[in-house]
């Protein structure tokens, strides 16, 4: 009994040396929230993002008024990138991009715009069946691809917030 007493004592000690030697991953379950929020001042709800409206009537214009707050002592430089898509890496390609160059911005708040015509263009997707629905007076639905931006602040940080999807009314 003596013998095998030994050899299981030793495997024990050493798998707890081994086990306690072991670098753990910092491995959260919470949401990567950036430092400095960055909220739409304009939207018109949150439907599982912040949400703006447009309106065919009014002649389809997309607005879209990002954010940071006052007491965060920092200043949006500009908004870098823009895409038009449904994934979060689109905003990081440098190709593939809704708007050709940085959007200029001072101060805490920074304002993009749009309009429907030039989205259907720039994402391809077919404008008659959209404009169709829409003069029938039945569209009433959010665009199928969302808007993602990466915001570069006054110190050279660099901010992907979460998308904004957009609600057309008839």
Not at 21 to 39: A, F, Q, R
Not at 54 to 82: D, N, Q, Y
Not at 133 to 159: E, H, K, P
Request: aromatic share 8%; hydrophobic share 40%.
């Amino acid at each position: 009994m003596k013998l095998h007493i030994k050899p299981i004592l030793f495997l024990a000690v050493a798998f707890s040396v081994a086990m306690s030697s072991c670098k753990k991953d910092n491995i959260s379950l919470e949401n990567n929230l950036p430092e400095i929020p960055v909220t739409v001042s304009n939207k018109m709800g949150t439907f599982t993002a912040p949400t703006v409206s447009t309106s065919f009537a009014a002649g389809a214009p997309i607005t879209i008024t990002l954010e940071i707050p006052a007491s965060s002592g920092r200043t949006i430089k500009e908004i870098t990138r823009v895409a038009a898509n449904t994934t979060y890496g689109s905003v990081q390609l440098t190709t593939g991009l809704y708007t050709a160059g940085p959007i200029a911005a001072s101060g805490t708040s920074v304002t993009f715009s749009t309009t429907l015509a030039e989205y259907y263009t720039k994402t391809a997707i077919p404008v008659a069946s959209q404009l169709t629905a829409a003069t029938a007076g039945t569209a009433t639905s959010l665009l199928t691809r969302n808007f993602y931006f990466m915001i570069t602040l006054d110190n050279g940080q660099v901010i992907v917030p979460t998308y904004v999807r957009v609600y057309v009314d008839k």
